[in-house]
T-cell receptor
């Protein structure tokens, strides 16, 4: 069945460091891929998305490229800030094979000044 | 920016008690969802709701669970007789479209943490 596997955390970085959070997926069809972020005390917010192979989603300096050949959607940011500290969730939806959105386990990122 | 609000933020209950978690979705959204996340585990789909009825549910959503939209604004999740393993963060979400259609985006609430003792 469909699933998402995410890099385990927690991840601790210094400000301005480069960030990569790995995400790979298994899907029957042609899923759409998402990264959601959860800041402390808040809900899950959409960070970026990609709907087909080779699409690049980007937002707030974060990027992720939909790689069909490696079934991956790794999240990257060139220079993290303290305000990026949050939990990041990779997710996919794959209609009509699965009508529910599948999430990864989440990766907690802490950025230290 | 419109948001999904959930209450309570944290509830502690005794095993066997009934719990109702409340959600106010975004006002012009048509589809509503509940997800849960057991500590340290994945965010799991529970149920989706459209046009005043359940449209889909997962195997987790057994007879102990029910959902209701009692008025035009609230969307509730009821657990009739809580078990220890129901302890989790429960997220409500809403969307314009049915989940999974194209790049349909769900807007999530901040979650309600349920602790069953």
């Amino acid at each position: 069945g469909n699933s998402v596997t995410q890099m385990e955390g927690p991840v601790t970085l210094s400000e301005e460091a480069f960030l990569t959070i790995n995400c790979t997926y298994t899907a029957t069809g042609y899923p759409s891929l998402f990264w959601y972020v959860q800041y402390p005390g808040e809900g899950l917010q959409l960070l970026l998305k990609a709907t087909k192979a080779d699409d690049k989603g980007s937002n707030k300096g974060f990027e992720a490229t939909y790689r069909k050949e490696t079934t991956s959607f790794h999240l990257e940011k060139g220079s993290v800030q303290v305000s990026d500290s949050a939990v990041y969730f990779c997710a996919l939806s794959d209609p009509p094979n699965n009508n529910d959105m599948r999430f990864g386990a989440g990766t907690r990122l802490t950025v230290k000044p | 920016e419109p948001e999904v609000t959930q209450t309570p933020s944290h509830q502690v209950t005794q095993m066997g008690q009934e719990v109702i978690l409340r959600c106010v979705p975004i006002s012009n959204h048509l589809y509503f969802y509940w997800y849960r996340q057991i500590l340290g585990q994945k965010v799991e789909f529970l149920v989706s709701f459209y046009n005043n009825e359940i449209s889909e549910k997962s195997e987790i959503f057994d007879d102990q669970f029910s959902v209701e939209r009692p008025d035009g604004s609230n969307f509730t999740l009821k657990i009739r007789s809580t078990k220890l393993e129901d302890s989790a963060m429960y997220f409500c979400a809403s969307s314009h479209q049915r989940q999974g259609r194209g790049a349909n985006v769900l807007t999530f609430g901040a979650g309600s943490r349920l602790t069953v003792l």
